[in-house]
């Protein structure tokens, strides 16, 4: 049974995570206007392995006998000046993203809560993944500049981005 600071903590991380994908899918919408479908298509899988982390919080919630409860879902940015604008807020966000798993994992340790520790720790993981995959990306991005045959190779490789969602459990 999770505590009710744990269980109000959790559904906080719920909306953070569907946040997260509704962001993701501003900024796919917004490199489609651009023209960087292949941009378009890397945050479009973003978006969709944001809301399978939010199913994920939200299968364990109830497993652990808590009571999902869904929050309002902040507008995200529509807007940006650059595709490295667009990754540099990336990374800004899944730093604080990182943030928020490691305070509730320091939340479960405080609780004692073993269970939720367990299960936060492939969203630790995870999240050391997604940093140094956006860093990458934007690493790719600095080193292009203004030059266009660079972005463009950049958009085809990003176009070929897959999501497959993790093992349940």
Known sequence: MLSKKIAKALNGQINAEIYSSYMYLS???????????????????????????????????SERGGRVLLEKIAQPPTDWKSALDVFEATLAHERKVTGLINDLTNLALDERDHATN??????????VEEEAGVGAV?????LIGKDTSGLFALDQELGRRLFTPPPAG
């Open 27 to 61: 900024m796919s919408a917004w490199f489609e206007q651009a023209g960087l479908a292949g941009f378009a298509n890397w945050m479009l899988q973003q978006a969709r392995e944001e809301m399978s982390h939010a199913m994920k919080f939200f299968h364990f919630v």
């Open 118 to 127: 367990i299960f936060l720790q492939w969203f630790i993981s995870e999240q």
């Open 138 to 142: 934007l690493d790719k991005l600095k």
